[in-house]
């Protein structure tokens, strides 16, 4: 069973900074693109960014651009958002998901994303 | 960007019956379209994908169809655990992948 376990969200001030790590088990991680998709409390889905199975390509919103930097650490199955100059409106659940087909099979592209973990919640205060 | 609207934004059905949600591409995306559960406190839930493949484990009374640019999520029979928001995510276009805004579902 595929599991994705967030962490490091946390209640931080405006312009500050903050990591967030997603472990995973239950798949061979170095085989999946792996994305980041944010909800603001009550508010609909977002997506973030997306890394590439081997970590050598990425894709981000413009909303986060060049605030947000994704990776990954494939020898420990872990993917990371590190989130830079946070403003309010930056105030989410963060997910991480993975995408439904594995590498070489399916190059970097548009991520179908079929496991979810349950997020952490970064809170913002201005 | 490809924007999607979803509709209605609320649905409320009686139990054992059939609830029928929209989501309208604002461009094409050919058959990219995927569908979402939503429960309170917890992750969305993959449903269907590719418009009208059920994922594994989706139960057979959630059903999916369209193409291009209109799309259409079929409950039938609701169920009390059927009680969540469901998204549609258009993956055929991007950066970025776009969500709908979501439509609620009640039991009346």
């Known amino acids: 069973e595929v599991q994705l376990l967030e962490s490091g969200g946390a209640f931080v001030q405006a312009g500050g900074s903050l990591r967030l790590s997603c472990v995973s088990s239950?798949?061979?991680?170095?085989?999946?693109?792996m994305s980041w998709v944010r909800q603001a409390p009550g508010k609909g889905l977002e997506w973030v960014s997306s890394?590439?199975?081997?970590?050598?390509?990425?894709k981000y919103a413009d909303s986060v651009e060049g605030r947000f930097s994704i990776s990954r650490d494939n020898s420990r199955n872990t993917l990371f958002l590190q989130i830079k100059s946070l403003r309010a409106e930056d105030t989410a659940i963060y997910f991480c998901?993975?995408?439904?087909?594995?590498?070489?099979?399916?190059?970097?592209?548009?991520?179908?994303?079929?496991?979810w973990g349950q997020g952490t919640l970064v809170t913002v205060s201005s | 960007e490809v924007v999607m609207t979803q509709s209605p934004a609320t649905l409320s059905v009686s139990p054992g019956e059939r609830a029928t949600l929209s989501c309208r591409a604002s461009?094409?995306?050919?058959?990219?379209l995927a569908w979402y559960q939503q429960k309170p406190g917890q992750a969305p839930r993959l449903l269907i994908s590719?418009?009208?493949n059920r994922a594994t484990g989706i139960p057979a009374r959630f059903s999916g169809s369209g193409s291009g640019t209109e799309f259409t999520l079929i409950i039938n029979s609701l169920q009390p655990e059927d009680v969540a928001v469901y998204y549609c995510?258009?993956?055929?276009?991007?950066?970025?992948?776009?969500f709908g805004q979501g439509t609620r579902v009640d039991i009346k």
């Open positions: 998901a993975k995408r439904d087909c594995p590498s070489p099979g399916c190059r970097f592209g548009a991520p179908l994303l079929d496991n």
């Open positions: 239950g798949l061979i991680f170095s085989s999946y693109d």
């Open positions: 890394i590439s199975a081997s970590g050598d390509s990425t």
């Open positions: 461009q094409t995306i050919q058959g990219a």
């Open positions: 590719a418009a009208s």
């Open positions: 995510l258009q993956y055929g276009n991007w950066p970025p992948i776009t």
